[in-house]
Every structure is written in structure tokens, then in C-alpha cells.
């Protein structure tokens, strides 16, 4: 009696195991890229900006599955804080308070599906903003959740 009921409970967990169904879809656990390194990308590391202008923003993006969405943020580093994810320093001005700094935050979905994206956004700099030190942030997302941060330091003339 003791090995029926054993027996009945290894056949009810094989039957158990072959019910379920086999899911081959890989779990994506690698992160987007940011790729600013084409001669057209901008901005750079160390990029100068005229108070004024329209600048075009360019980047290459890729993931392994699929992209979601990216996001710029342009904010001032007047108080010397850092994000950014360069190797080279530049040269910064003096510590300074903020009286008109630029904030620009936009979020872009890149289409449904897509591997690989050029991204090109213009930004209109102000007139009457201060100038010095900023950062440039650029935030890619792809569609399981993965997040990639480029930080550069600008600087806005």
C-alpha cells in the first residue's frame, strides 16, 4: 500500500512536469547601448554651445531584443555635481548660484520592435539663459527595462 501511494506520487509529479509547457524564450538581461563615438554625433565630451542656437542631438542606439524609449536632460552643473560617465574632465568654470540656468527634459519611444535607432532631436538653446557648466544626460531604455546613462559635461556660452 505505502509504495502504490508512492508510486501514485511519482507518476502525479511526472505527469505534472510533462504538462507544463517548455518556454525557450531567453530572458534579456543585457543593457542598451548608447554609441555617440560617429563623427556626427553630438553633443561629445567638452562640447561648446552658443547661447541662441539650434543644435541637432545624435546618437546610435542598439540593443540585443528590442529598444523602448529614451530620454535628454539638459541641467545645470553650476555647483560642480557629477553623472558623468566620461573618462576625460573638462575644464570647468567657478562654483557658481543659478539665476536663469536651461532645463530641457524630453522623452522619445522609439518605434515597437527595433534593434537599432538613430536618434536626431533639434534643441533650441535659449537666448536668456546663464552660462557655464552643464550636463547633458541621455537615459535608453530598452523594452524589458534595462536602462543605459550617458553623462556628458557641456558647456553652454
Not at 37 to 51: G, K
Not at 96 to 115: A, D, H, R
Request: with cysteine; proline share 5%; net charge negative.
Amino acid at each position: 500500500m505505502k509504495k502504490t501511494k508512492s508510486l501514485i506520487a511519482v507518476l502525479i509529479g511526472l505527469l505534472a512536469l510533462a504538462s507544463c509547457s517548455s518556454d525557450n524564450n531567453e530572458i534579456d538581461t543585457e543593457y542598451p547601448v548608447i554609441d555617440i563615438s560617429a563623427s556626427n554625433a553630438f553633443p561629445i565630451q567638452c562640447s561648446e554651445i552658443t547661447r541662441g542656437q539650434k543644435i541637432t542631438f545624435r546618437a546610435k542606439f542598439t540593443d540585443n531584443a528590442a529598444l523602448g524609449s529614451y530620454s535628454l536632460d539638459i541641467h545645470h552643473n553650476f555647483d560642480h555635481h557629477t553623472h558623468s560617465t566620461e573618462v576625460n574632465n573638462c575644464v570647468a568654470d567657478p562654483i557658481k548660484k543659478p539665476v536663469n540656468p536651461m532645463l530641457y527634459i524630453n522623452s522619445v519611444t522609439i518605434p515597437n520592435g527595433e534593434k537599432s535607432y538613430e536618434a536626431v532631436q533639434e534643441i533650441t538653446i535659449p537666448t536668456d539663459i546663464d552660462p557655464g557648466d552643464y550636463h547633458f544626460m541621455i537615459r535608453l531604455t530598452d523594452k524589458e527595462g534595462w536602462q543605459t546613462i550617458k553623462g556628458l559635461s557641456i558647456k553652454i556660452l
